[in-house]
């Protein structure tokens, strides 16, 4: 089946739904597993929602080898809940000294489909990032001759500009001037927030994409506030205002191929978000499609799911579709509040509400 007759089916299959809708398994192109007592804690959810993810490669130390990454995937493929296919993708932490040599001998040998840019100091271990962008031509250049994508986190670093404008700061003063330098480069750009931001991947689309989080579709900046301070709400980048997070239900459910899901899921423990200084991260691998069905669900197009979950993400990396199937149902369910990780925990976002929709069957 050519893609074309792909999405005219699932549009079609969708529009019948009443109790709930069945869709090709879902990937997410944004996670972080984590490793260790963290990974095995919250693996089998992002593994029960999702076929595939595209795992992040901020470790400590950042997983900047293809040695490394190897590993890496095999520490989570042994992670896996028994009788899971989850498949993780993963990337490559590209710093000042990443070589194209490496880059590209990690493309060919498969075992990463990407590399992840971090502005230098821009997010939780991101200190070995990238601090000057230019000096990486000769990586893009590489990665723009074999077609391998990039993902950045879009925000500016200088600790002068406003947090809720380093997004629209970045994207002016590096984005768009990498997009310029390099014409051929396929970029991502990760947890969109912005009305902006939006324009900027439809204007560059096919070959830039943009992923939108389940956070930032139901959350604002207010809500970070609302009643007090509200540690588990913090992420980068934070949550904007109410128009933006309308643009961006609007984006996701438009039926545009060049967004796709990016849960950016997050685990820290309770302890270190509820701290003097707490860290940024929203742990929804737990609630992520709950969360995006009920988004589409009340903007009215349950029938455009599918091309955003399922379809969408695969094309722009030019992998197969999924095969099989996930139910998701009209039907009230809670997760629990938190998940125990060695002798902590880690608090699931919307975890102990009823959420109106829940998961069902995974046929493979
Ligand atoms: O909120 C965030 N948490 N944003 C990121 O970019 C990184 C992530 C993390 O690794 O905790
Ligand atoms: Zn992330």
Not at 37 to 60: H, K
Not at 99 to 110: H, N, T, V
Not at 282 to 294: D, I, N, R, S
């Amino acid at each position: 089946m050519n893609l074309d007759t792909l999405f005219e089916a699932s549009a079609a299959a969708c529009k019948q739904a009443v109790d709930g809708i069945t869709i090709r398994r879902p990937d997410d192109w944004h996670v972080h597993l984590r490793d260790g007592a963290m990974l095995r804690a919250v693996l089998p959810f992002t593994a029960g929602q999702f076929a595939r993810g595209i795992i992040m490669p901020n470790l400590v130390p950042p997983v900047t080898t293809v040695a490394a990454a190897a590993a890496y995937r095999d520490r989570i493929l042994a992670a896996r809940p028994a009788g899971s296919d989850f498949e993780p993708l993963m990337t490559c932490y590209l710093t000042d000294t990443t070589s194209p040599d490496e880059i590209e001998k990690g493309y060919s040998e498969r075992v990463w489909v990407a590399a992840k840019l971090y502005p230098a100091g821009v997010t939780t271990n991101a200190h070995h990032g990238v601090t000057d962008i230019k000096g990486l031509r000769p990586v893009f250049e590489r990665m723009e001759r074999i077609g391998m994508p990039v993902l950045i986190h879009g925000e500016a670093t200088d600790p002068a500009v406003d947090v809720f404008d380093r997004e629209a700061v970045f994207m002016e003063q590096s984005l768009l001037p990498l997009l310029r330098d390099h014409l051929g480069l396929k970029v991502v750009i990760e947890h969109v927030t912005t009305r902006e931001t939006l324009e900027i991947v439809r204007a560059h689309a096919p070959r830039v994409a943009g992923t939108v989080t389940p956070h930032h579709l139901v959350i604002n900046r207010t809500s970070i506030f609302q009643g007090g301070l509200r540690p588990h709400l913090y992420c980068l980048p934070v949550a904007k205002r109410e128009h933006h997070r309308l643009a961006l239900r609007e984006a996701v459910t438009s039926g545009d191929g060049c967004f796709f899901i990016g849960t950016d899921t997050a685990p820290h423990l309770a302890s270190a978000k509820e701290a003097a200084c707490g860290c940024a991260g929203v742990f929804v691998g737990a609630t992520a499609l709950q969360t995006y069905v009920q988004v589409f669900d009340e903007e009215g197009a349950l029938d455009r799911l599918e091309a955003f979950a399922s379809l969408n993400g695969a094309n722009f990396y030019g992998l197969p579709v999924n095969n099989g199937t996930i139910e998701l149902k009209r039907h009230a369910a809670s997760m629990p509040s938190a998940v125990s990780v060695d002798d902590g925990e880690i608090v699931i976002f919307r975890g102990g509400e009823a959420i109106p929709w829940s998961v069902g069957e995974v046929r493979r």
